[in-house]
């Protein structure tokens, strides 16, 4: 059970926008901490998509944006891409004593 | 080139020990902080451990601690993980993570830790 909760799986068709939600809690995303995107292709590392709830890392094409508000974060996708099928995963930090660091439980992206 | 290389990693009994290494090159290792994190086949990302740039401030996921001890060499531009009493759970990749403040800007490729009798 991850701290952060994220859907299983998402789908879209080439050209389309697609969202992925995280939910957090008061420890977390609603005491202000920062969401981070990863994105995992099929069989290599994670790779930083998206920090400090909005921000882009250079080389990641601007299709790729994050939003916060809340206890919740989104990442959208818009025109999407064959190679956008991927493995997304959220962090934020954690203030509770057992934890500093938590992940999403990471949303599987179909490109149809 | 700025990258993270893991080794390591391995089959290894239930109990046993093992120490994972990680490798820096191409930026200045001692101005950031590092972490580990682990993915079970199939799972998801699971945070392990963070140590500071100077190795003052350290912490642990509760599920490693007491068992796994962060380390750095700064002036080898490495970083350790000694994993002690490995547990059947503790089986998966492990990653090699440099941070920038809370988030992680620059993973290894992974070193995969099987812990089976």
């Known amino acids: 059970q991850s701290v952060l909760t994220q859907p299983p799986s998402v789908s879209g068709a080439p050209g389309q926008r697609v969202t992925i939600s995280c939910t957090g809690s008061?420890?977390?995303?609603?005491?202000?901490?920062?969401v981070h995107w990863y994105q995992q292709l099929p069989g290599t590392a994670p790779k930083l998509l998206i920090y400090?709830?909005?921000l882009r890392p250079s080389g990641v094409p601007d299709r790729f944006s994050g939003s916060k508000s809340g206890t919740s974060a989104s990442l959208a996708i818009t025109g999407l891409q064959a190679e956008d099928e991927a493995d997304y995963f959220c962090?934020?930090?954690?203030?509770?004593?057992?934890?500093?660091?938590?992940f999403g439980g990471g949303t599987k992206l179909t490109v149809l | 080139e700025v990258q993270l290389v893991e080794s390591g990693g391995a089959l290894v009994q239930p109990g046993r020990s093992l120490r994972l290494s990680c490798a820096a090159s191409?930026?200045?290792?001692?101005?950031?902080?590092m972490n580990w994190v682990r993915q079970a086949p199939g799972k998801g990302l699971e945070w392990v451990s963070y140590?500071?740039?100077?190795?003052?401030?350290?912490y642990y996921a509760d599920y490693v601690k007491g068992r796994f001890t962060i380390s750095r060499d700064n002036a080898k531009d490495s970083l350790y993980l000694q994993m002690n009493s490995l547990r059947a759970e503790d089986s998966a990749v492990y990653y090699c993570v440099r941070a920038w403040g809370w988030y992680f800007d620059l993973w290894g490729r992974g070193t995969l830790v099987t812990v089976s009798s």
């Open positions: 008061s420890s977390n995303v609603g005491a202000g901490y920062d």
């Open positions: 400090a709830n909005n």
């Open positions: 140590i500071s740039s100077g190795s003052k401030t350290i």
């Open positions: 191409g930026f200045t290792f001692d101005s950031y902080e």
């Open positions: 962090q934020s930090y954690d203030s509770s004593l057992s934890a500093h660091v938590v």
